[in-house]
Nanobody, 113 residues
């Protein structure tokens, strides 16, 4: 059974940084593309970043230049480094095994002064 466990969310001031982690188990992580999504209150869940098994990243335009997705296959973990955070980044962030309906439980990110 695949399990995805996110961590690293919290409250941060505008302009601050956070690093999210997603630890995967029960899957062949090294050959699996992974993604981070987010869902703000009253909005649909949206794709934030994606990374291929070959470490190639893609980003939604609103986070380009501020967020960085990476992965450590030895640790079965995918990361989302978030810099220069803005209030509009406030959301629950979810880890996803790409192309599947497997999701983590989510981690809350709140950007507020």
């Amino acid at each position: 059974q695949v399990q995805l466990v996110e961590s690293g969310g919290g409250l941060v001031q505008p302009g601050g940084s956070l690093r999210l982690s997603c630890a995967a188990s029960g899957t062949i992580f090294s050959i699996t593309a992974m993604a981070w999504y987010r869902q703000a209150p009253g909005k649909q869940r949206e794709l934030v970043a994606h990374i291929t098994s070959g470490h190639k990243p893609t980003y939604v335009d609103s986070v380009k230049g501020r967020f960085a997705i990476s992965r450590d296959n030895a640790k079965n973990t995918v990361y989302l480094q978030m810099n220069n955070l803005k209030s509009e980044d406030t959301a629950v962030y979810y880890c996803n095994e790409w192309g599947t309906s497997r999701w983590g439980q989510g981690t809350q990110v709140t950007v507020s002064s």
